[in-house]
């Protein structure tokens, strides 16, 4: 078992995190909980398993976070492992959570957000080029309308697209997301197309 006395205290985590860099080994040890300093020793440890986890982690946070020549021996800034381990949703514990929180702000909910967003962008891109590809064929009015009605929300949700701005920079943005398989101005036809048909939904509904 890895020594009870080498587990990080919150005072021992504010230093850490407020190094100006870290080695690899450094800050292997703060996303496992420990204190840093004694990192040899979670190398070597009789304990196997944590000693080939605390081996494994080092070796990811090696290849995120490279050398940029032999001298630079502490490559990894503590804000950016923070934001890191919080991406890849790595189980911090929750003593490295609170400090990073304190110091470089709420990441977890910004990744949420981000995450909530990415999604809504690539299900609108699909959407739109779903319609791009059907624009030859006849589809139902029910259909048509539909599709029309979740293009419009995911829109407006997921780029916060503005019908009333003329010269809106969205329609190239869901272009560049869609790896330009649809063009800007095809999108713009079907974002306004859309837009007439939420406005004539909203209508009938009153």
Not at 14 to 23: C, N
Not at 181 to 199: G, P
């Amino acid at each position: 078992m890895v020594n009870d006395d080498f587990k990080l205290t919150r005072s021992m985590c504010l230093k850490w995190l407020s190094m100006p860099s870290l080695m690899h080994p450094e800050a292997t040890a703060l996303c496992l909980g420990y204190d840093p300093a004694h990192y040899p020793s979670y190398r070597h440890s009789e304990d196997s398993e944590f000693a080939s986890m605390f081996l494994a982690l080092e070796k990811v946070i090696e290849r995120k976070f490279p050398q940029r020549d032999l001298r630079d021996q502490s490559p990894v800034p503590p804000s950016s492992l923070y934001e890191w381990a919080i991406q890849t949703e790595w189980k911090l514990p929750s003593v490295v959570r609170s400090v990073g929180r304190k110091l470089f702000g709420d990441l977890e909910q910004g990744a949420k957000l981000r995450a909530k967003n990415r999604a809504l962008v690539a299900e609108n891109a699909r959407l739109l080029e779903e319609v791009a590809h059907l624009k030859q064929k006849d589809l139902l009015p029910k259909e048509r309308r539909s599709l029309l009605l979740i293009i419009n929300g995911m829109a407006q949700v997921g780029y916060r697209w503005d019908p009333s701005i003329l010269r809106s920079e969205v329609p190239s943005e869901i272009a560049k997301d869609t790896d330009h398989r649809v063009t800007a101005e095809t999108v713009l036809k079907y974002l306004r197309l859309s837009h007439q048909e939420a406005k004539a939904f909203d209508d009938l509904k009153r």
